[in-house]
């Protein structure tokens, strides 16, 4: 009886334990948000370390490869060589290119024996064929610039809610990366999919088959043009689905305790706070197993 669970274990993709497995398969995560560092505020958009942590456990193992297409300071590529993963990752603004090298030279060991490959490239996202071969990724986490919502966002802080306690209670801090042309952070919406759906596509090809992509993002709100809600994450799924992925799964990252509640639309229209974000797990399908 223990020689087959052992042999369970061993076949398990990720290399977890039926009782690691169990443990970490909520739906809603809670207990991953950490005190931001000084590049994360540089940044002005990211994710902590421990979010990238549970996520690679998951959905790779020791040796596995990892891409992230929007490195902004490194968190992605900084979790996967703590884990012993190898990695990818690209970044077209050099600032946060050297931010992100800095800290992966400054970072300890891995806590394996496994010591990963990591390469980064000062370079657009759009062009990883060049530099990653196909099948050869297991896991892509990323989180995107969000179209130009940033840029709208920022305006709306200064004109609307500068005094809010969106800014000084939360601090939440918003400004744009830069003002390269090859910067998702800068296209329309509609643009902004349409160069989404690509890259996808592109990350299929070099995905494993029964890989996994999945993408960090935040639903938004612009109601001065009509749209008091832009459903990113569905439109995410959606353009992941037409590049060749399955929607295979949806977790939600809870912080709540990390942002007080602000009146939003007070007398005349209610709406909630959102104070979530989205990983929206897509997944290559697996090959056809020969039937002989």
Same mark, same amino acid.
């Given at each position: 009886?223990?020689?087959?669970?052992?042999?369970?274990?061993?076949?398990?993709?990720?290399?977890?334990?039926?009782?690691?497995?169990? #443990?970490?398969?909520?739906?809603?995560?809670?207990?991953?948000?950490?005190?931001?560092?000084? /590049?994360?505020?540089?940044?002005?958009?990211?994710?902590?370390?421990?979010?990238?942590?549970?996520?690679?456990?998951?959905?790779?193992?020791?040796?596995?490869?990892?891409?992230?297409?929007?490195?902004?300071?490194?968190?992605?590529?900084?979790?996967?060589? =703590? +884990?012993?993963? =190898?990695? /990818?990752?690209?970044?077209?603004?050099?600032?946060?290119?050297?931010?992100?090298?800095?800290?992966?030279?400054?970072?300890?060991?891995?806590?394996?024996? *496994? =010591?990963?490959?990591?390469?980064? /490239?000062?370079?657009?996202?759009?062009? +990883?064929?060049?530099?990653?071969?196909?099948?050869?990724?297991?896991?892509?986490?990323?989180?995107?610039?969000?179209?130009?919502?940033?840029?709208?966002?920022?305006?709306?802080?200064?004109?609307?809610?500068?005094?809010?306690?969106?800014?000084?209670?939360?601090? #939440?801090?918003?400004?744009? %990366?830069?003002?390269?042309?090859?910067? *998702?952070?800068?296209?329309?919406?509609?643009?902004?999919?349409?160069?989404?759906?690509?890259?996808? @596509?592109?990350? *299929?090809?070099?995905?494993?088959?029964?890989?996994?992509?999945?993408?960090?993002?935040?639903?938004?709100?612009?109601?001065?043009?009509?749209?008091?809600?832009?459903? +990113?994450?569905?439109?995410?799924?959606?353009?992941?689905? @037409?590049?060749? *992925?399955?929607?295979?799964?949806?977790?939600?990252?809870?912080? =709540?305790?990390?942002? @007080?509640?602000?009146?939003?639309?007070?007398?005349?229209?209610? %709406?909630?706070?959102?104070?979530?974000?989205?990983?929206?797990?897509?997944?290559?399908?697996?090959? @056809?197993?020969?039937?002989?």
């Amino acid at each position: 009886m223990s020689e087959n669970k052992n042999k369970k274990m061993v076949r398990s993709f990720n290399g977890l334990t039926a009782s690691e497995w169990a #443990s970490l398969s909520k739906s809603v995560w809670n207990d991953v948000s950490s005190p931001r560092e000084w /590049y994360h505020i540089e940044h002005g958009a990211t994710f902590s370390v421990a979010l990238a942590e549970r996520a690679i456990k998951i959905y790779s193992k020791i040796g596995d490869t990892v891409l992230d297409p929007f490195l902004g300071v490194g968190t992605t590529l900084v979790a996967a060589k =703590n +884990l012993g993963r =190898n990695g /990818y990752g690209f970044e077209v603004y050099k600032k946060f290119y050297d931010i992100t090298k800095d800290l992966l030279s400054q970072e300890k060991l891995p806590l394996t024996d *496994f =010591n990963p490959n990591i390469k980064i /490239y000062n370079e657009d996202c759009r062009n +990883l064929l060049r530099y990653v071969p196909e099948e050869t990724i297991q896991l892509t986490f990323t989180s995107p610039p969000y179209a130009n919502f940033i840029h709208r966002s920022v305006k709306d802080r200064r004109e609307t809610h500068k005094e809010s306690l969106l800014v000084k209670a939360n601090r #939440s801090v918003v400004k744009p %990366y830069g003002d390269d042309s090859r910067d *998702f952070g800068n296209l329309e919406y509609d643009d902004y999919l349409k160069e989404i759906e690509a890259l996808m @596509k592109k990350i *299929f090809q070099v995905t494993k088959p029964g890989g996994y992509n999945i993408w960090v993002v935040k639903d938004h709100r612009d109601p001065q043009n009509g749209k008091p809600l832009i459903p +990113l994450h569905v439109d995410i799924a959606n353009v992941g689905e @037409k590049a060749g *992925f399955i929607w295979h799964d949806l977790i939600i990252w809870d912080q =709540n305790a990390q942002r @007080k509640l602000v009146v939003l639309g007070y007398p005349s229209v209610f %709406y909630v706070n959102i104070n979530h974000t989205f990983l929206v797990v897509l997944r290559k399908p697996q090959l @056809k197993r020969d039937k002989k």
